[in-house]
């Protein structure tokens, strides 16, 4: 799309992968956003430690997000580092969460099981884990049962 | 004796013996007594109780002969009687002091020392706390007594001998007026160092039991306000802006260690940061593309300097410092296109080049409170006199400093929000003067308004907070964007973090905007108010953008259409006329076909006749204009005996001392009103069709106008055209009917009777030119008797409507009078205005020939 007007001394939007480059170019200053400020973090950090399900995230792409802006605009992010805790903390608080319920899920061998407000990224680091292993399970499962057609031969 | 109030009476008691001789009690007494007091006498004892009520006995007989009440119930903490008279001072837990003139007078709390005190405290003007104000003043006069009187051990007071009193309400008395003249002189003070907060221009109440004195009630002056620039954080501060606008950022660091200056822009391609030692202690700068300005004030050693950075210079010397007369503070500075202005503490603005050259000077008429500068143009706010309640008296000026230079505004009252005072102020980015006040309002300069000042934005309506403010730094009109900093629970940001610019939009104040009438209407007039600096920068001689003339016009005329609309629905058709004159001609067509096609044809028809007087009034307009360039351009071209080009050049040449020579004509001329263009065309048609060779069309074109239009003395014309108007007002089409129909005749009689004479008269003189042979031939024309003429055009009309005869002959006597003077000038003036005014006439007389056929 198009972007700008680039005027100096004024904020503009950009996408992120721009305002990155342009920032390693040291030709820009980023405005870290609404949601990257302490006191919002700790609310959302203890709101996920009360709940057992997940709550809502301030931006599906928290986690990379934030990780962008510390690595290469910690400078113009005030209290970086107590940010970069906070994150993470409720980052460990959800991939618990997560562990958790593919344990119950896995022993109560339920057919369904519905996970609201999960970000992507949390979703792709159990998901391959998580749906190769149900796999396995699943062959398992079904070699143990005698069956006629016991020619085939997969594993 | 002595006295010892004991709960509800007082004991009196021997001396020697330690009697309890008798009790004094009054059955008014409700409370405990804890304040007894002899008088000076010795016949009379005082007592003062908790809830304020003071019982007065005679101790002979034992009887209360007085009882008072305080009137909001405080416990009584001091008595003291007057040496003198009958007089009872007393004061109270809550710090007032209360005179009690009786003892057979009767209650008069009349507040004889609080009254001195007030009065010291009535010279601070400046409204301060009262409770805070009378507390302190109060309090210490209080406590001296009180002091005294504890002395002997609080409640159990043992009341002194009637010579104890005496010296306790002396040294009392004493005190108390000299603890309060302190206390004045110490809020004075404090009142001094107050700054630009707040003022409540409150009253100060006196303490309730006292004085009936009259005392000033009016209202309270205002402190005025301290210079500042705009765009920085107060002075005190360690770490300031020192000034923030669309160019840059200048910061001082001032700590105990040292001072310096940093600069910074926002387009690094204008210059890089700097940092600079500030070692004269600039406390003033600003910012522009073309130079820095720093400014000092005066100190015991050295005078006040104004030092300029002039980075855009081409030769090596890049700065220079001038220094002020002595005893002369710099309170101001700006910076324009090449110049800069300081004004200073003599009442005087001090103008420079940009590269050090001192220009002029002028008096202020009162003291500078801030300066913008842009362009050419100077904008000073000064006090000119001093406000009341709260308000500010500010007046502003405005100039042009160009090769012509005026005040376009002579020290107006600048018109700030009740109680508030001026916080920014600037011009936006092309250059409308612009300013900010405390309350938030944004103010800009109408000057399609005959420079009117209009609100144009309230940020405290986008502020979330109670304490929230916006902090302005920039204002652009294109596209309309305020700039300014959101400071949360401050009036502006501190230095770091480094704040974020936010960009709101303007709203103008128009009522019923959730209407979608008034939604409309808003956007209407702000895109009409932010465009006037179109006109303003073309006058001046800017090039601009075709594109940027054009879109606000579609813009508005697109407003104006959906208002229309939306009156139409609701049956407002007047209102649709109205709205209709707003218009232009292409707009009020499409205005016409939509009332046509909703089956409003009252509305259709006003229209039309609207749109037909607008269409006459804009070609008499332009016929106006025409002439007075053509009529100027033959007089001294000479007669028009010539062919064109010698015109067509010289009118030319005619138009450019019209236009500022600043700049490119060429955009000059293609913004200039569509007439001079599409003179130009014609003018460059002309001398293809050969103006002064007679073609029949033009000839009659010519003789028609030569009829119709007006002379030189084109008022008599244009009355008469209004008149018949006026006095036509059904045939009011008719008559531009006529106009029509006499536009497109094909010949006037003058026309057929020329070609039939020509011959004579080319006999006659051979040796004429076509445009000789014309002027001959008109004058001819004109001997002939009137019937004669009219034989001719009614040849050519071939039997039209006889109106139109009437009118020709109510308008060839007028013609008739005109043609009495400059002849010659007629005829060769004609022909060129024939010529440019027919194309025009053909574009008007189409539409008004289709109004005509609808009539008809």
């Known amino acids: 799309g198009d972007l700008g007007p680039f005027n100096p001394g004024l904020p503009v939007e950009v996408p992120v992968w721009l305002a990155i480059n342009l920032k390693q170019r040291q030709k820009c200053r980023l405005i870290p956003p609404e949601w990257m400020d302490v006191e919002k973090l700790e609310e959302i950090r203890d709101q996920e430690r009360k709940e057992d399900t997940f709550t809502p995230m301030p931006s599906p792409y928290y986690m990379e997000l934030t990780k962008l802006l510390l690595n290469y605009a910690s400078d113009n992010i005030p209290k970086a580092d107590e940010i970069r805790t906070l994150v993470k903390d409720t980052w460990d608080t959800r991939m618990a969460k997560l562990r958790l319920s593919a344990d119950s899920f896995v022993r109560q061998q339920e057919a369904h099981a519905k996970l609201d407000n999960l970000t992507l990224m949390e979703i792709n680091t159990i998901g391959t884990f998580l749906t190769q292993a149900l796999d396995h399970m699943y062959k398992l499962r079904t070699n143990l049962q005698p069956s006629g057609s016991a020619e085939s031969q997969d594993f | ?856």
Request: hydrophobic letters at 30%; charged letters at 25%; aromatic letters at 6%.
């Open chain 2, 1 to 856: 004796l002595l006295a010892i109030p004991v709960d509800k009476v007082v004991k009196l008691y021997r001396r020697e013996t330690w009697d309890n001789q008798v009790d004094l009690s009054d059955t008014s007494i409700t409370q405990p007594l804890n304040v007894v007091v002899w008088s000076p006498c010795g016949q009379y004892l005082a007592a003062g109780s908790v809830n304020g009520s003071i019982v007065v006995w005679k101790v002979e007989t034992q009887e209360c002969i007085e009882r008072m009440k305080h009137e909001k119930s405080y416990s009584i903490c001091g008595l003291a009687w007057h040496p003198r008279y009958e007089q009872i001072a007393y004061t109270d837990t809550e710090g007032n002091l209360g005179l009690w003139e009786d003892i057979g007078d009767g209650k008069k709390p009349n507040d004889k020392v609080a009254s001195a005190v007030t009065k010291d405290y009535e010279d601070l003007f400046d409204g301060d706390d009262d409770d805070y104000l009378n507390g302190d003043m109060i309090e210490p006069p209080s406590s001296p007594n009180t002091g005294a009187n504890e002395d002997h051990g609080g409640d159990d007071d043992l009341m002194p001998t009637s010579g104890h009193p005496r010296r306790a309400v002396i040294d009392d008395d004493d005190n108390s007026l000299d603890i309060g003249m302190i206390k004045a002189n110490s809020n004075l003070l404090e009142k001094e160092e107050e700054d630009d907060d707040d003022q409540i221009g409150g009253f100060p109440a006196l303490p309730t039991s006292s004085t009936q004195q009259p005392f000033y009630d009016g209202p309270r002056p205002t402190p005025r306000q301290k210079p500042f620039q705009s765009g920085s954080t107060p002075v005190h501060l360690m770490h300031r802006f020192m000034v923030w606008n669309s160019v840059g950022i200048i910061r001082c660091y001032n700590d105990e260690q040292d001072n310096a200056i940093d600069i910074e822009f926002h387009d690094t391609s204008i210059h890089h940061a700097t940092h600079l030692p500030n070692s004269l202690n600039h406390t003033m700068a600003d910012l522009s593309t073309e130079a820095i300005l720093l400014a000092c004030e005066s100190t015991e050693e050295l005078a006040s300097k104004l030092h300029c950075i002039y980075f855009s210079s081409w030769d090596a010397n890049k700065e220079w410092t001038v220094d002020m007369p002595k005893d002369e503070d710099i309170e101001a500075i700006c910076l324009g296109q090449g110049w800069a202005a300081c004004a200073t503490s003599a009442l005087l603005v001090r103008l420079f080049t940009v590269g050090g050259v001192q220009k002029e000077i002028f008096c202020l008429p009162g003291p500078v409170v801030a300066m913008a500068g842009h362009g050419e143009q100077l904008m000073v706010i000064y006090h000119r006199g001093t406000g009341f309640d709260g308000d500010q008296c500010l007046g502003v000026q405005l100039m042009e400093l160009g090769k012509k230079k005026k005040q376009i505004l002579h020290g107006d009252p600048l018109s700030l929000t009740k109680k508030s005072y001026l916080v920014w102020v600037g011009f936006s980015a092309e250059g409308t003067p612009c300013y900010v006040d405390s309350e938030g309002i944004v103010r800009m300069l109408n000057r399609g308004l005959g420079n009117t000042w209009i609100p144009v934005c309230n940020t405290r309506e986008h502020c979330k907070g109670k304490s929230d403010h916006y902090w302005v730094v920039g204002i652009h009109e294109n596209p309309q964007q305020l700039r300014c900093i959101p400071c949360k629970g401050a009036r502006f940001p501190p230095t770091l973090p480094r704040p974020a610019v936010a960009i709101l939009s303007f709203t103008l104040p128009y009522c019923q905007v959730t209407t979608e009438k008034g939604q409309m209407e808003e956007q209407y007039w702000r895109s009409v108010v932010f465009h006037n600096y179109v006109d303003y920068l073309s006058k001046n001689g800017y090039e601009l953008d075709e594109n940027v003339k054009s879109q606000p016009v579609k813009e508005q005329q697109e407003l104006l259409m959906k208002l229309f609309a939306l009156s139409c629905k609701l049956e407002r058709e007047f209102r649709c006329v109205e709205l209709a004159d707003l218009m232009t001609q292409n707009v009020v067509n499409l205005a016409i076909k939509y009332a046509s096609r909703s089956r409003r044809l009252n509305l259709a028809q006003r229209l039309s006749e609207m749109a037909v007087e607008k269409a006459s009034e804009l070609a008499t307009a332009l016929e106006d204009e025409e002439e007075e360039e053509d009529f100027r351009t033959h007089l001294n071209a000479g007669l028009g005996k010539t062919g064109t080009p010698p015109d067509k050049e010289v009118s030319s040449n005619k138009k450019d001392p019209l236009v500022p020579s600043a700049n490119v004509l060429d955009t000059m001329s293609k913004y200039s009103k569509k007439t001079s263009s599409s003179r130009a065309a014609n003018k460059q048609s002309s001398p293809v069709i050969k103006p002064l060779i007679p073609k029949p069309k033009s000839k009659q074109a010519s003789a028609a106008s030569f009829f119709q239009v007006r002379t030189p003395g084109s008022s008599e014309k244009r009355v008469g055209e209004r008149e018949e108007k006026a006095r036509n007002e059904p045939p009011e089409v008719q008559v531009t009917a006529q106009d029509n129909a006499e536009n497109k005749r094909p010949k006037t009689g003058f026309q057929m009777w020329l070609e039939e004479n020509r011959a004579n008269i080319l006999t006659d003189n051979p040796d004429l030119n076509e445009a000789e042979v014309i002027k001959e031939g008109m004058s001819r024309f004109r001997i002939l008797s009137s019937e004669e003429r009219m034989v001719w055009t009614e040849k050519a009309k071939g039997g039209a409507v006889t109106d139109l005869t009437e009118d020709k002959k109510r308008k060839r006597p007028t013609a008739a009078e005109d043609e009495g003077k400059k002849n010659e000038e007629h005829k060769s003036e004609d022909s060129n205005v024939s010529k440019k005014k027919k194309p025009l006439d053909q574009a008007t007389n189409v539409r008004l020939s289709s109004f005509a056929f609808k009539q008809s």
